[in-house]
């Protein structure tokens, strides 16, 4: 058996016992650590009270999306699917920004964009996925969006996000 001694930027170690392991914890963790290692500086939102909500099926995206909103200072929380999007506004509870990916089962970004508007939800929602086909993009944008952008979320098409959503954002 190969055992790997892994070392995250938090100062903790784990000992993990296998390839498969090894690189399942690179998937989720390293290649993180190189992405926002790579970013650069970015614009600073602490002193805000900005507060989102990340909906998407994908643990990759759904880390990706959370650290950039984080690398902001962006107050966030993350979800699975449209369903469960829809119940957490149910709950009361609100945010300024809703970042929607467009596939999601059980229910997804266009069904949940649909029902969050008819519900009366005012949070600012924008359509982040890899359909990019123009008929698509359409009939997202139909569904209630206020702003797309095409899958990779980027801090700088982030920052394009909360500019054009009137956020004001000092690069």
Not at 1 to 12: A, D, N, Q, R, V
Not at 33 to 56: C, I, Q, R, W, Y
Not at 84 to 101: F, K, Q, T, W
Not at 106 to 129: C, D, F, H, P
């Amino acid at each position: 058996m190969i055992l790997f001694l892994c070392y995250i930027t938090t100062g903790l170690l784990l000992l993990i016992r296998d390839c498969n392991e090894f690189l399942s914890f690179c998937h989720k963790h390293i290649f993180l650590e190189v992405f926002f290692a790579m970013a650069g500086e970015v614009p600073n939102l602490a002193e805000s009270k900005l507060t989102a909500l990340v909906v998407d099926d994908n643990f990759v995206n759904q880390s990706i999306h959370h650290k950039l909103l984080d690398r902001l200072g962006i107050k966030n929380d993350v979800v699975c699917n449209g369903q469960e999007a829809v119940d957490v506004h149910c709950s009361g509870r609100n945010y300024d920004l809703i970042l929607m990916d467009m596939d999601m089962p059980i229910m997804n970004g266009i069904q949940a964009t649909k029902r969050l508007r008819e519900m009366g939800i005012e949070s600012k929602i924008a359509g982040v996925t890899t359909r990019a086909e123009e008929e698509e993009v359409k009939e997202f944008m139909e569904a209630g969006l206020n702003d797309f952008q095409e899958k990779p979320l980027t801090i700088s098409k982030l920052v394009s996000i909360l500019h054009n959503l009137d956020f004001y954002v000092q690069a």
